[in-house]
């Protein structure tokens, strides 16, 4: 590990990729300001209590002590650098939206230390450090490789993963110049125990979230579509894929769904889609992927229609259990979860909606798994949270379900269906 010639850190922003940062940065020794203007974030972690649910944090609650979470940016005068984790999300036409990070940049001039490095681990599109954050500190008459350094390094996290995590996940890394890129490369060697990559620019760094998670988009939206085509054909697309994958090259297993969620995967594409339409260029593979990973939450509303219909029910009326809200498996991240589309075409369609996530209980109408079977005449799995696993499909049919979508293929299709309750997957019957 490289000797920390830095040992000042200030995270602006204490989510889901700040925090796990935090931690690492304090577990490796260094002196950690955790920046942001959530009053109840702050104080959950000043009483060492995670504001999210992560396995990670979990496992080191200890460290929450070590780090000093505050919402006055005057800490960031003591850092030697500052790393910028805010959220970049889009609006409702899918174009990104930069004010959480060209705040932060703000902030961070006004409590400038000279010197400092500055990192951006927020996902951007390409362009947006030399394009955007770099002109505010040039308007403030600040000079790059005088004043200060600016670097990205995307974030790489997996929330819930039980093996990678901020401190073995390989990362990308580019600068605007290359003092800038060193001081940063002995940081990250510092608290991150897997190669660094370092890239020619710092636009090469951005591209490379954006490109890692439309790989994924695109790859996803084509099971998806290959789903609503086998489903005609009366193919498990599972089975097929999963033969597939036996190909031991050439090959890389997706699996369809109920859509597509989190923070990166159906956002990060439109970042690349907007930019290079500024440069006169047509993503139209990235948006028809984006298009058929939108669909999925409608698809598999009209699934359980068609299983309703089959069992002489109306979709007005009836009781639709959604099992899972977040948009993965067990964690509490409610970030483009396809629950919220899935719910919200389930209430245009007059269905009495009961909600239950065990992770996202306020959120939930019920306290308990046993009381949502009770409620609940027909059940669309959104969610593989283990607890929903778990359950013996024996208790479907004792609590009179009659009919279960199971929007990621994770239940026992066969069994569910001998008890004579009736099943429809994402691309299996």
């Known amino acids: 590990m490289p000797e920390k010639k830095n040992k000042i850190i200030t995270i602006i922003g204490l989510g889901y990729v700040g925090l796990p940062l935090a931690i690492r940065a304090a577990e490796r020794g260094y002196e950690v300001f955790g920046f942001d203007r959530d ?3 702050i104080n959950l972690i000043k009483k060492g209590k995670s504001p999210f649910k992560e396995n990670f944090i979990s496992e080191r609650k200890e460290l929450l002590g070590k780090i000093t979470a505050t919402s006055d940016a005057g800490v960031i005068k003591k850092s030697d650098i500052a790393i910028v984790c805010v959220p970049t999300p889009v609006d409702e036409k899918f174009f990104p939206i930069l004010d959480p ?4 940049a703000e902030i961070i001039i006004k409590n400038r230390k000279p010197g400092q490095l ?11 450090c030399e394009e955007v954050i770099m002109p505010i500190f040039q308007k403030a008459g600040l000079k790059e490789g005088k004043d200060f350094y600016i670097a990205h390094c995307p974030e790489r996290i997996n929330p819930g993963d039980p093996k990678w995590n901020v401190t073995n996940i390989p990362r990308v890394l580019g600068a605007s110049s290359k003092k800038g890129l060193e001081i940063a490369k002995d940081f990250y060697e510092s608290i991150i125990d897997a190669p660094i990559k370092l890239m020619a620019s710092i636009k090469e760094a951005e591209a490379c979230k954006v490109v890692e998670n439309s790989f994924r988009d695109i790859n996803i939206a084509f099971v998806n579509e290959l789903a609503k085509s086998f489903d005609q054909m009366n193919i498990n697309v599972k089975n097929v894929i999963d033969g597939a994958a036996t190909k ?8 369809p769904g109920r859509g597509v969620g989190g923070h990166c995967i159906p956002v990060d594409p439109y970042y690349l889609i907007e930019r290079a339409k500024e440069s006169g260029f047509d993503h139209k593979f990235l948006r028809v992927a984006r298009e058929i990973n939108n669909s999925m939450p409608n698809y598999t509303v009209e699934l359980m229609q068609d299983l309703l219909n089959g069992a002489g029910l109306a979709m007005k009326g009836t009781a639709v259990g959604v099992m899972g809200l977040s948009y993965k498996a067990n964690v509490d991240d409610l970030r483009e979860s396809p629950a919220i589309k899935i719910i919200s075409e389930l209430k245009k369609k007059g269905a009495k909606i009961v909600r239950y996530d065990p992770y996202i209980l306020k959120l939930s109408d019920v306290k308990n798994l046993k009381t949502f079977l009770q409620k609940s005449q027909a059940i669309i799995l959104v969610t593989n949270h283990k607890e929903f ?7 479907f049919k004792k609590n009179k379900i009659v009919a279960i979508v199971d929007g990621m293929n994770a239940l026992p299709a066969e069994k569910i269906k001998k008890l004579g309750i009736k099943y429809h997957g994402i691309g299996r019957k």
């Open 39 to 41: 009053e109840k974030k």
């Open 389 to 395: 696993m778990e359950i013996d499909p024996k208790e």
């Open 101 to 104: 990070l060209i705040s932060a």
């Open 118 to 128: 500055i990192v951006i681990e927020s996902t951007i599109n390409p362009g947006i």
């Open 248 to 255: 031991p090259f050439a090959f890389m297993a997706h699996y």
